[in-house]
C-alpha cells in the first residue's frame, strides 16, 4: 500500500513521521540519526542548496544567503515585514506594489517562502524515502491552527514545488491532541497550548468516543520562541554595541544564536555565560545570566500568549476549571516559566509526557493513517480560525462564516447588478475579526462574469467554500441560466497558479539532482545493511569461517566503507554486490547448519 | 422549504427516498441541498428537541460522511461527502443555537425574521438609551490617554460591570421566554400570537446581543 506521511513543517525544526505496525514514528535521518531537521535552507552562488544543521553552520558567515525560520514569512506581502526582519535578510522590493508577496533576494536570484520551504520538504521526503524503501509521495502537512487562508496556501504551494501532493494540512495543536489521544485514550475537554519556534496557538477540544471536536482557537502567527531569543540579544548583547553593529547581519545572527543557546541552557541551569565572540568586528562579549534575570526580560513575550488563551476559553463557552487536561507543545514550552505561566492560568499541571518536538509530526503520521484508509476509529472535527467575509459599501467587512466554525463550511452568497448592462461584479474576500476592510487580511479577489440585462435582473449564487484543510474555494452559478461561471481568484498574498507551474518547471534542475541524492542515500542504505549483517555474522558465527576467509571479507568491507564516504552510488553498489559474492559461501555454511539444527529438533520433538 | 420525496442514486439509479447511503448500492449520496435541517437529523419539525440527541446525531452523521473518512474514494464520492458534511456542519451550527434555531424555524414557516429586527424593540428602548448613555461617556473618557484619573475610570468600569450584569439578566429571562415559545408549538392554541411573540423575543435578543459586544469592548479597555 502506498504511504502517507506526515510532516511536521516547522518554524525551527521540521519532521517527517509514519505509522507502521508499531504505532508512529518519526524518521531519523539515517547517516547522523537525528530525528530533526533545523529549517535552515542555505542557498550557494553555484546554484546549490544546503538544508539543515549544514546550512546552520553557513548562517554563521552567509547571515543574508540563508534563510531560517522561513515559516514566518509564509503567504506575505511586503507590507508584513518587520525592521528586524529587514536587518536580517535583503528582500525584492517592488516600489509599485507594496503588497505584493515577499521575496528574497538571494545572491542574482529572487526566491519565494514557498520555494524555500520546498527545499526543506525535499530534503524531508528524502529522509522517508530511505527508511521506507518506498517512494513518498502523497503527505500531510501541519501547520499553525491560527494560520490564515494565504499562509495555508503558501504551505500548499510549496509542497507541489517539491512534487508532494499534500492530501491534507492539519493544524498543529489538533495534531498534537491526536498524538496525545491515541496515548492516554482520554475523554473529554482539553487545552492544547501550543508554542513554537515562531507562532503561538491555543485550541480547545472535546474528546468523545474517538471524536476530536475542536471548540476553538486562537493564537498569533508571529509570536514564538525567535522572539525571545530577539529579546535576549538585544537586552543582554546588542545594547553594548554601536549602532552600526547592531544592524550587521553576522553580528546580529551570532547574537540570536548565543541568545538561543542561552535560553536553551537556562531551561536546565540556574546560570548560564552568553557569549559573543567576533574578532573580524573587534566583538568580545562575554557576561554571566541568570535564569531569572532572562524570565524578568521575557515575562511579557509568555504573558502575550495568555490573552489568545482566554479568548478561546470564551469562545468555546468555556472556563479555565472547565479544562480537565492541558497539553504543552512545542520547543518553547521546554522553558520553566512558559510552564509555570500555564500551569497558573490554567489551574493544572500540564501533560508533556510526548516529546514537545515530535508530537506534532507524530499526530500528522496519524492523520495520514487514516487518511490512506487504514483507520476508521478517529476523527477530527476542527474549525476555520478566523472569519470570513466580503467588502461591502462603504469599506466594511460582511461576515459569511464566523471563526470557531467546524469545516468544511460552505455558505452561498447572491449577486445582482447595480447599473444596467453592467457585465461584472467584483467580489473582494477578506479574513479577520475587525469591522473595517482595511483592518482585515485580504485574501483574493474575483469578479463574476455577467450578461448584460437590466440592474437587478441577472442572479448569480456564489458559494464560498472553506474546505477541510481550511482553504477557500468559491465557485459561481447563475441561476437564471443554471449554469457555472468560472471564476479567477486571484490571490492577494499567493503565487498564482502559472507561478506554481513556472517554478516547477524551473525547479526540474533541482530534481536532477535529487535523483542523483535519492540514488546515493538508495546505495548507501543498501550497504549498511548489507555491512550490518556481516559483522552480525562474523562476530556471532566466526566458527563457520574457513582458512583466509575472513581477511577476504575484511578487504571487501573496507573498500564498501570507503565508498560510502563518497558519492559515487555506482561504486556503492558494485562493491556492495561484491561483498554479498565474497559472503555468500559464509552464509551458505551459516544456514546450512541451522536448517540441520532445525530438522534436528523436529525430529527430536517427533518422537 | 419543501424537502423532495425522492432521490435517485448516482450509481447505480435506484429510487428512494433521501439518505445518506443508496439502501440498493451503499454508494454514498449527495443530499438535497435543500433539505431541511430537522429531517437531515432524523428530528420531528419543532423547534423544542433534545440537545443530547442532537449531538449525538451529529457526531453518527460526521463519521459516516466526513471527507477525511472518503479520501480513498471516487471523485463523485469526495464531492458528496464534502458537500454533505459542510451541510450537516451547517445545520448542527443552526440547530444547536436556540437563538439560531429560533430564526431557523421563523424561516421555515416562511416569516422570516426582517429588517424590524434592525429597529430597536420598543420594550428595550429605554434601557438601551440608557446604555447607550453610559458607553459614550466611557468613549469621552478616553481611558486609553488618560493617567492619574483611576477614580473616574473606577467609578465608570462599576456602571460597566453593573450595566454587563443587567446585560445578562435579562438575556436569562429572554432565554426562558424563548424556550417557553418553543415548547407552545404545535398546540392548539393560535399560532399567530405564538409567531409574534416569538419575533419579540428573538429581536430583542439579538439587540442584546450586539449590546452586550459593545458593553464588553469598553469594559476591556477600562
Redesign the interface.
Known amino acids: 500500500m502506498e504511504h502517507i506521511v506526515g510532516i511536521d513543517l516547522g518554524t525551527t525544526n521540521s519532521l517527517i513521521a509514519y505509522v507502521d505496525d508499531a504505532g508512529p514514528q518519526v524518521v531519523a535521518d539515517s547517516g547522523t540519526g537525528q530525528k530533526t531537521l533545523p529549517s535552515i535552507v542555505s542557498f550557494l552562488p553555484n546554484e546549490r542548496v544546503v538544508v539543515g544543521r549544514e546550512a546552520g553552520e553557513l548562517a554563521r558567515t552567509q547571515p543574508l544567503s540563508t534563510i531560517r525560520s522561513v515559516k514566518r514569512f509564509m503567504g506575505l506581502g511586503m507590507g508584513h515585514i518587520s525592521p528586524a526582519d529587514r536587518k536580517r535578510y535583503r528582500f525584492v522590493d517592488d516600489q509599485e506594489d507594496s503588497a505584493s508577496l515577499v521575496r528574497f533576494a538571494i545572491h542574482d536570484r529572487q526566491v519565494t517562502p514557498p520555494e524555500v520551504s520546498a527545499v526543506i520538504l525535499r530534503a524531508l521526503r528524502e529522509r522517508a524515502t530511505a527508511a521506507l524503501q518506498a517512494e513518498v509521495r502523497k503527505v500531510v502537512i501541519t501547520v499553525p491552527a491560527y494560520f490564515n487562508d494565504s499562509q495555508r496556501q503558501a504551505t500548499k504551494d510549496a509542497g507541489k514545488l517539491a512534487g508532494l501532493e499534500v492530501?491534507?494540512l492539519l493544524n498543529e495543536p489538533t495534531a498534537a491532541a491526536l498524538a496525545y489521544g491515541l496515548h492516554t485514550k482520554e475523554e473529554g475537554l482539553i487545552a492544547v497550548y501550543d508554542f513554537g519556534g515562531g507562532t503561538f496557538d491555543v485550541s480547545i477540544l472535546r474528546l468523545?468516543?474517538g471524536?476530536f471536536e475542536v471548540l476553538s482557537t486562537n493564537g498569533n502567527t508571529r509570536l514564538g520562541g525567535d522572539d525571545i531569543d530577539q529579546c535576549i540579544a538585544e537586552r543582554f548583547l546588542l545594547a553594548e554595541l554601536t549602532e552600526a553593529l547592531r544592524n550587521d547581519p553576522q553580528v546580529l545572527n551570532n547574537a540570536l544564536r548565543a541568545a538561543e543557546k542561552a535560553k536553551q541552557v537556562l531551561s536546565e541551569q540556574e546560570e548560564t555565560v552568553l557569549n559573543l565572540t567576533l574578532p573580524e568586528k573587534g566583538i568580545q562579549i562575554s557576561r554571566s545570566l541568570s535564569r531569572q534575570e532572562m524570565e524578568a526580560a521575557v515575562e511579557e513575550i509568555v504573558a502575550r500568549t495568555l490573552e489568545p488563551c482566554r479568548q478561546a476559553l470564551k469562545d468555546a463557552g468555556l472556563e479555565t476549571h472547565d479544562i480537565e487536561e492541558v497539553v504543552l507543545v512545542g520547543g518553547s514550552t521546554r522553558m520553566p516559566l512558559v510552564r509555570q505561566r500555564v500551569g497558573e492560568f490554567f489551574g493544572r499541571t500540564p501533560l508533556t509526557d510526548i516529546d514537545p518536538d515530535e508530537v506534532v509530526a507524530l499526530g500528522a503520521a496519524v492523520?495520514a493513517d487514516?487518511?490512506?484508509?487504514r483507520r476508521?476509529d478517529m476523527?477530527?472535527?476542527d474549525v476555520v480560525p478566523l472569519s470570513l467575509g466580503i467588502e461591502t459599501m462603504g469599506g466594511v467587512m460582511s461576515h459569511l462564516i464566523e471563526r470557531n466554525?467546524?469545516?468544511?463550511?460552505?455558505?452561498k452568497e447572491m449577486f445582482t447588478t447595480a447599473v444596467d448592462d453592467q457585465t461584472a461584479v467584483a467580489v473582494h474576500v477578506l479574513q479577520g475579526e475587525r469591522e473595517l476592510v482595511q483592518d482585515c487580511r485580504s485574501l483574493a479577489r474575483f469578479s463574476i462574469p455577467i450578461e448584460p440585462k437590466p440592474a437587478g435582473v441577472p442572479r448569480v449564487e456564489v458559494t464560498f467554500?472553506i474546505?477541510?484543510n481550511g482553504i477557500l474555494n468559491v465557485s459561481a452559478t447563475d441561476l437564471r441560466t443554471g449554469r457555472e461561471r468560472s471564476l479567477e481568484v486571484k490571490p492577494s498574498y499567493g503565487l498564482t497558479d502559472e507561478e506554481v507551474e513556472r517554478l516547477l518547471e524551473e525547479s526540474i534542475d533541482f530534481a536532477e539532482e535529487d535523483i542523483e541524492q535519492r540514488l546515493l542515500i538508495e546505495a548507501r542504505t543498501e550497504a549498511d545493511t548489507v555491512l550490518h549483517a556481516t559483522d552480525k555474522a562474523l562476530s556471532q558465527n566466526a566458527s563457520f569461517l574457513q582458512e583466509g576467509e575472513e581477511e577476504q571479507i575484511a578487504q571487501v568491507v573496507q573498500k564498501v566503507r570507503e565508498a560510502c564516504a563518497g558519492e559515487d552510488y555506482d561504486l556503492i553498489r558494485d562493491l556492495t554486490e561484491e561483498l554479498s559474492q565474497v559472503t555468500t559461501p559464509f552464509a551458505q555454511r551459516i544456514m546450512d547448519s541451522s536448517i540441520q539444527a532445525a530438522l534436528g529438533e523436529k525430529q527430536l520433538s517427533d518422537l | 422549504m419543501a424537502t423532495p420525496t425522492v432521490a435517485r442514486c448516482w450509481r447505480c439509479q435506484d429510487e428512494h427516498r433521501p439518505q445518506v447511503f443508496c439502501p440498493a448500492c451503499e454508494a454514498l449520496q449527495p443530499l438535497p441541498p435543500d433539505i431541511d435541517y430537522f429531517t437531515l437529523f432524523g428530528l420531528a419539525r419543532h423547534p423544542r428537541l433534545d440537545e443530547q440527541a442532537l449531538a449525538q446525531t451529529y457526531?453518527e452523521l460526521?463519521?459516516q460522511l466526513?471527507?477525511?473518512?472518503h479520501?480513498?474514494g471516487t471523485a463523485q464520492e469526495r464531492e458528496a461527502s464534502?458537500?454533505n458534511?459542510?451541510?450537516v456542519?451547517?445545520a448542527?451550527?443552526t440547530l444547536r443555537d436556540p437563538v439560531q434555531r429560533g430564526r431557523y424555524w421563523l424561516a421555515l414557516n416562511g416569516e422570516p425574521l426582517g429588517k424590524e429586527n434592525n429597529k430597536v424593540p420598543p420594550a428595550l428602548a429605554l434601557f438601551v438609551f440608557e446604555v447607550q448613555e453610559k458607553l459614550a461617556a466611557v468613549r469621552e473618557a478616553r481611558p486609553a490617554e488618560t493617567e492619574g484619573t483611576q477614580d473616574a475610570l473606577a467609578g465608570l468600569r462599576a456602571e460597566m460591570t453593573q450595566v454587563r450584569d443587567d446585560l445578562d439578566d435579562r438575556m436569562r429571562d429572554l432565554q426562558h421566554r424563548l424556550a417557553a415559545n418553543f415548547s407552545k408549538w404545535g398546540q392548539a392554541d393560535g399560532s399567530s400570537a405564538l409567531l409574534s411573540e416569538l419575533k419579540r423575543v428573538l429581536s430583542e435578543m439579538a439587540y442584546l446581543r450586539t449590546l452586550t459586544r459593545d458593553v464588553e469592548k469598553a469594559l476591556s479597555i477600562l
Do not use: K
Request: proline share 5%.
Open positions: 492530501i491534507r468523545h468516543t471524536i492523520q487514516t487518511l490512506s484508509g476508521r476523527l477530527l472535527l466554525t467546524t469545516i468544511p463550511a460552505s455558505v467554500m474546505d477541510a | 457526531y460526521s463519521r466526513h471527507p477525511d473518512l479520501q480513498t464534502l458537500q458534511t459542510a451541510l456542519n451547517r448542527y451550527r
